[in-house]
């Protein structure tokens, strides 16, 4: 009788009830927040993750799953980012789409010590961004990260934050790190002692209790960021207080891929053990379109793993999604509050999307209309001064001025006859479709 292969698991159909009702809930909310699905083949050349991953990153020295075939050297993918910015530049989707806001789901393989939330296939749940270096949209994925996990129900995360840097600070880090490390190396487990000479920087992130002693007496700080990258980090945190996202900031959080550049998380679970207590992890890699022959473009994104979900879920919800309502704001004080007006129109089940390239009005409107928005908001700076915001229906044409206070319980008013069903003759609601 055959078995199945260690580390893999078949998910059988009470099982897949549940995984059906996380990737509806996940369609709706990415859809909310304007994103769209990519599903990239699960065979990649080996190199694509050697080169984004980096030689020394433990997926690419002894996970992946390669597989030979005469000259050529293929692996399943261990990682969805690599495959997605790959079939971003390959497809010219900067060309066509401009900022792309991708998301997927699917098997991914490693070859790991199988235990029991380490398994050798298990499953993304993952969104890209690609197109935009904005500290706003790091604010937008990290706050979708966690209303993700808000509508499966699953609550006593905690969501851990950090900045890297750009390529130049993350290499002062990591000889700041070589040079203090040094000293200490007979302190450090075999695994560290080896990473050491290949990527101090992953010492950092080491469960192992002597490595954490080690490593908490070193007082890394922020003090390798520069200006710049110091500034894209405060507004990121700014931001996320905004919005209420609760996140606790940890110099220790590295993360192990070589694409990673400054703002970086992780979403970490109690039940899940210590050894394995990620539920998901994502960061921005702003040099990766590049070096994957693309035209230089800031990106960033997270993956889930679903299995880990499952582990930690509770009852699942269930709610409904709305028309396209795209947001324009003029000047950074807009900006913030409209930050505010996304969050809450989402709330309410509305999809909303805003300008994250610096458009002109003209040009967001064009992109509105290429979205086929169904109304836009536009708050600039009179609007803010009389706390009203501009609504206009794309299909009418019409155009007013609305409080802020009640532009959610009007947009939802105006959708309500198209989105009820129709019960019986003669109601209220039939009615006012007429
Ligand atoms: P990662 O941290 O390697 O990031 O994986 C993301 C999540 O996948 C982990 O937090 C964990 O929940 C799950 N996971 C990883 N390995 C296993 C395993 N062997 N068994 C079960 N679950 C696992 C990435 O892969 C990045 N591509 C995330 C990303 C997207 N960064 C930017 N965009």
Redesign the pocket.
Known sequence: MFKRIA?TKDILPQETDFWLKIEKISRRVFSLYNYRQIRPPLIEEAALFNRSLGESAE?VQKQMFLIRNNSELYALR?????SVVRAYVENNLEKKDGLVKLYYTGP?F?L?RPQK????Q???L???VIGAYQPYIDIEVISLADRLLKDFGIGGYKVRLNSLGCAKDKSNLSSILYDKLKIKLNELCSDCQARFERNSLRILDCKNESCQVVVQGLEIGNGHLCQECRIHFEQVKQGLTLLGVDYSCSEYLV???D??TRTVF??THPDLGRQ?D????????DNLVGDLGGNAAGA??????????LMVSGPLPTAQSNDLVYLITMGEAARKTGITILRDLRQAGISADTDYENRSLKGAMRRANDLGAASVLILGDNELQNKSITLKDLTTGNQREVAISTVVQELLINREPRTLPIRKAGTDHESRIK
């Open positions: 580390g997926i261990p990682e969805g980012t690599a991914m490693r790991e939330a380490r398994l050798r298990f499953h993304h993952g969104c890209e993360r192990g891929l694409y990673y992780e979403f394995q990620a539920l998901g992890a994502g960061g921005r890699y960033i994104g997270f993956a889930f793993g679903m299995e880990r979900l």
